[in-house]
């Protein structure tokens, strides 16, 4: 039956695998794909790195264990303007970019849904720890938290339209990750035990700065480090090399720690403050994604979260324009960073979200 068909991405872990398990154990059809997303000559090589030949015949091998068919899609070129350059570009202006939504966005529930389309699949289906339901009140497709607190990937899918939620799959969105590896274990998977890629993926030494002057063969100049009232109190060593709310590695002997809270691209400087001026009640985000609602049309009260792992903090957030948040915090909040994501939660609902500007 077409409608059966699902299509699975397979990055060669664990989570993935068993995706595809509980998915011919629910009656689907899966098909597994592996995404070629870059060359490992293209990158950093080190242990972590993903998207390796050895991944892709670890996703083969539990393909073949369950009997269902495999795919390897080349994405190599949507990956590289995407996800890539826009990572490259965000750094250059001063930015700190979200890698992982942006494939989250343009690959795995983009060209990846296009490619089901063509091949008469229903859905996608991933191992991210999240949830979809259907609101038959709204008429709205919502995304949820996973039920494992730690392992939750909500805050990185915020992106998904209507459209995508629809055809979209996440078969471990109730399950703990320990009950995830037992799984795989049970049914053989070479891969049941398999470390957890860490960092970004196409930098996996978590050298951001060398992979952009690798990329761009371009050298980013020295410049001064100034207080926030123009004092220059030493040089830094080129402006990608520093993120808002960084203290170590900054190379200065201060009489009292300062953290870097602002990058001037233009003067080529990094202006430095202390821990508290790090911290602010209010931000503004734009290329908006709403998910619960159409819109905000009056104050909404939320929990809200500007980086992956931070606890969510009470919040109202209005939405002046259509491609605008304002988000007000209860209590001031550390070291917003352009670039980054603010996503919206009323309980395990994600509301939306945008990038921080």
Request: aromatic share 10%; with cysteine.
């Given at each position: 039956?077409?409608?059966k068909k699902?299509?699975?991405g397979m990055?060669?872990?664990?989570d993935?695998?068993?995706?595809?398990?509980?998915?011919?154990?629910?009656?689907?059809a899966?098909?597994g794909v592996n995404c070629?997303f870059?060359?490992?000559?293209?990158v950093?090589r080190?242990e972590?790195?993903?998207c390796?030949?050895?991944?892709a015949?670890?996703?083969r091998?539990?393909a073949a264990?369950l009997?269902?068919?495999?795919?390897?899609?080349?994405?190599?070129?949507?990956f590289r303007?995407r996800?890539?350059?826009?990572?490259v570009e965000?750094?250059?202006?001063?930015g700190?970019?979200?890698?992982?939504i942006?494939?989250?966005?343009?690959?795995?529930?983009?060209k990846?849904?296009?490619r089901a389309?063509e091949l008469?699949?229903?859905?996608?289906?991933?191992g991210h720890?999240?949830?979809?339901?259907?609101?038959?009140?709204s008429?709205r497709?919502l995304?949820?938290?996973?039920a494992?607190?730690?392992?939750d990937?909500?805050y990185?899918l915020?992106?998904l339209?209507?459209?995508q939620?629809a055809?979209?799959?996440f078969?471990?969105g109730?399950m703990?990750k320990s009950?995830?590896?037992a799984?795989a274990?049970?049914?053989g998977?070479l891969?049941?035990?398999?470390h957890?890629s860490q960092?970004?993926?196409?930098?996996?030494?978590g050298?951001y700065?060398?992979?952009i002057e690798k990329?761009?063969?371009?050298?980013?100049?020295?410049g001064?480090?100034?207080a926030?009232?123009?004092?220059?109190l030493?040089?830094?060593k080129?402006?990608?090399?520093?993120?808002?709310?960084?203290r170590r590695?900054?190379?200065l002997?201060?009489?009292?720690?300062?953290?870097?809270?602002?990058k001037?691209?233009?003067?080529n400087?990094v202006v430095?403050c202390s821990?508290?001026e790090?911290?602010?009640k209010?931000?503004?985000?734009?290329?908006?994604?709403?998910i619960?609602l159409d819109?905000?049309?009056?104050?909404?009260?939320v929990k809200?979260?500007?980086?992956?792992?931070q606890?969510e903090?009470w919040a109202?957030?209005?939405q002046p324009e259509?491609?605008l948040?304002?988000?007000?915090?209860?209590?001031?909040q550390r070291?917003f960073?352009?670039?980054q994501?603010?996503?919206l939660?009323?309980?395990?609902?994600?509301v939306?979200?945008?990038t921080i500007?």
């Open positions: 039956m077409e409608s699902v299509l699975v990055s060669g872990g664990v993935s695998a068993v995706s595809a398990l509980l998915l011919k154990e629910a009656g689907y899966p098909i070629r870059f060359d490992n000559e293209d950093f080190s972590k790195t993903c390796s030949l050895e991944d015949e670890d996703a091998s539990v264990k009997g269902i068919p495999f795919y390897v899609f080349n994405l190599k070129d949507t303007s996800v890539i350059d826009r990572f965000t750094y250059i202006a001063g700190t970019p979200n890698p992982c942006d494939c989250n966005r343009y690959l795995k529930f983009g990846l849904l296009q389309q008469g699949a229903s859905a996608v289906a991933t720890y999240a949830l979809v339901s259907f609101d038959s009140g008429g497709y995304l949820r938290k996973g494992d607190e730690t392992k990937q909500s990185v915020y992106c339209t209507q459209n939620l055809h979209t799959l078969p471990l109730g703990k009950e995830v590896r799984l274990e049970e049914n998977f891969n049941a035990k398999k957890e960092d970004i993926c196409f930098v996996p030494d050298d700065a060398a992979f990329r761009t063969g371009r050298s980013f100049p020295h001064d480090f100034v926030k009232d123009g004092r220059v030493g040089e830094h080129g402006i990608i090399r520093y993120t808002i709310g960084q590695g900054l190379g002997a201060l009489p009292a720690p300062l953290y870097v809270c602002r001037d691209v233009e003067k400087r430095l821990n508290e790090l911290f602010a209010e931000l503004y985000a734009d290329d908006v994604n709403l619960a819109r905000i049309t009056a104050p909404l009260r809200a979260k500007v980086r992956y792992k606890p903090q109202t957030v209005f259509e491609d948040l304002h988000v007000v915090f209860d209590e001031p070291a960073a352009k670039g994501a603010v996503v939660y009323d309980g395990d609902i994600v939306g979200g945008g500007r």
